[in-house]
């Protein structure tokens, strides 16, 4: 893992990255400015559970091409989920959190994969150990109103003019932040690879 120190703020950006691309970066540099954050870990998963294995790139490549997006020096890539042995979420933040007591983590996620949140592994478990930063994406606007995880805790939601708060916040605590939206997709990006 990345280095800390205690008291930190740290965003926490998992993801395939099959390939990375602008609307990653994107992401990444409006959770960095609008949430206030010291670091954000870009986490390279080996695998999601979720997705087909048949279709991913080499883990070294994805982490070659997220290190080349990565310019702002908050940013670090990483891929030491592939060292915890596990390909759930719940059981890597898990482990990140008991690893770092004293640091405050923020996950981050775009709007796209907020529709299926409650399809992950203890889903609720990870929304009632941190709080979290859902950014816009195209195509996932409303997620925010009609996700199972938006109406589970609708109750624990705060106004996105307040998220550089959302660190200093018990969990559950989220929030939904609008701005610049990237069209980009890594499934469209290859899919054009395979007909070119």
Same mark, same amino acid.
């Given at each position: 893992m990345p280095h800390v120190e205690p008291g930190?703020?740290?965003?926490?950006?998992?993801?395939?990255f099959?390939?990375?691309?602008?609307?990653?970066?994107?992401?990444?540099?409006?959770? !960095? %400015?609008r949430l206030g954050l010291d670091q954000l870990w870009w986490m390279v998963t080996p695998g999601n559970p979720l997705k087909s294995r048949r279709i991913l790139a080499p883990l070294a490549e994805r982490l070659d091409l997220s290190e080349a997006m990565a310019h702002d020096p908050r940013i670090r890539?990483?891929?030491?989920e592939?060292?915890?042995?596990s390909t759930y979420t719940a059981e890597v933040l898990a482990r990140v959190k008991a690893r770092n007591p004293a640091v405050r983590f923020i996950w981050i996620m775009g709007a796209d994969? !907020? %529709?299926?949140?409650?399809?992950?592994?203890?889903?609720?478990k990870i929304a009632m150990t941190f709080p979290i930063a859902v950014i816009d994406r195209p195509g996932a606007t409303l997620a925010f109103l009609s996700s199972v995880m938006a109406k589970t805790f609708d109750y624990a939601r705060i106004d996105e003019h307040d998220a550089g708060a959302?660190?200093?916040?018990?969990?559950?605590?989220?929030?939904?932040i609008h701005g610049p939206r990237s069209r980009l997709s890594s499934t469209a990006i290859r899919?054009?690879?395979r007909t070119s």
């Amino acid at each position: 893992m990345p280095h800390v120190e205690p008291g930190m703020l740290v965003g926490l950006f998992g993801g395939s990255f099959n390939p990375p691309h602008q609307g990653h970066q994107l992401v990444a540099d409006i959770a !960095l %400015r609008r949430l206030g954050l010291d670091q954000l870990w870009w986490m390279v998963t080996p695998g999601n559970p979720l997705k087909s294995r048949r279709i991913l790139a080499p883990l070294a490549e994805r982490l070659d091409l997220s290190e080349a997006m990565a310019h702002d020096p908050r940013i670090r890539v990483t891929a030491f989920e592939k060292s915890l042995n596990s390909t759930y979420t719940a059981e890597v933040l898990a482990r990140v959190k008991a690893r770092n007591p004293a640091v405050r983590f923020i996950w981050i996620m775009g709007a796209d994969n !907020l %529709r299926d949140f409650h399809r992950w592994q203890n889903w609720r478990k990870i929304a009632m150990t941190f709080p979290i930063a859902v950014i816009d994406r195209p195509g996932a606007t409303l997620a925010f109103l009609s996700s199972v995880m938006a109406k589970t805790f609708d109750y624990a939601r705060i106004d996105e003019h307040d998220a550089g708060a959302l660190g200093a916040l018990p969990a559950p605590a989220w929030t939904f932040i609008h701005g610049p939206r990237s069209r980009l997709s890594s499934t469209a990006i290859r899919k054009g690879a395979r007909t070119s």
